[in-house]
């Protein structure tokens, strides 16, 4: 049973580029949440999808924006990429019809902004 | 709005010590509340949870209360053991809400 995976594993990108992390769900899940973990801090969540759409947003910028496919994968984009962009970025999948279901997380992208 | 607040670490321990992770938490509501452990290079496992006042979780050893009346979950273990060494995260979902807000972590360190 595949848990959340996650690509790529490290990425270095130039201040002002634009980047597109991808995630693919725990087998059975329908909902994907983004979360952006900065170095020695917790997770801040970004944004959810379920049924492919954007359903609760937290405080980011719309430089950051994501997709939801058919098949429950997501996209996250960010644009314009700044220093303070420099995290690890994870995915964490859920099943919605289970009342309290947990977040099971995949391992995470290390994007570095240079 | 809904926080979580975690003790500094790093917590340094011998092996077999009794670990005590304290979390206190802010929110309206009725939140459910989680221990996430993150290893290094890892992404976050989920550890316990509770989902209402006075409920205990456990797994591997480690319990925590949910405390309505001090807003609290503290991670307790009895005996830690060189392989707890981690990373460990506090956090809450409210109801109705779908994210979790974290702490900024706490950071365990058992030595043989």
């Known amino acids: 049973d595949a848990g959340v995976t996650q690509s790529p594993t490290h990425l270095i990108k130039t201040r002002g580029q634009q980047v597109t992390l991808r995630c693919s769900p725990k087998s059975g899940h329908d909902t994907v949440s983004w979360y952006q973990q900065a170095l020695g801090q917790g997770p801040q969540f970004i944004f959810q999808?379920?049924?492919?759409?954007?359903?609760q947003r937290g405080n980011f910028p719309d430089r950051f924006s994501g997709h939801q496919f058919p098949n429950y994968s997501s996209e996250l984009n960010v644009n314009a990429l700044l220093l303070g962009d420099s995290a690890l970025y994870l995915c964490?999948?859920?099943?919605?019809?289970?009342?309290?279901?947990?977040?099971?997380f995949g391992n995470g992208t290390r994007l570095t902004v240079t | 709005g809904d926080s979580v607040t975690q003790m500094e670490g790093p917590v340094t321990l011998s092996e077999e010590a009794f670990l005590t992770i304290n979390c206190t938490y802010t929110?309206?509501?009725?939140?459910?509340l989680f221990w996430y452990v993150q290893y290094p290079g890892e992404g976050l496992q989920l550890l316990l949870k509770?989902?209402?006042?006075?409920d205990k979780g456990s797994n591997k050893g480690f319990e925590a209360t949910y405390r309505k009346e001090t807003t609290s979950f503290h991670l307790e273990k009895g005996s830690v053991q060189v392989s707890d060494s981690a990373v460990y995260f506090c956090a809450l979902r409210n109801t109705g809400f779908q994210k979790l807000v974290f702490g900024t972590g706490t950071r365990l360190l058992v030595s043989p």
């Open positions: 964490a999948s859920s099943l919605e019809a289970e009342t309290n279901s947990p977040l099971h």
């Open positions: 999808y379920y049924e492919e759409e954007e359903r």
């Open positions: 509770a989902t209402k006042a006075d």
């Open positions: 929110a309206t509501g009725y939140p459910s």
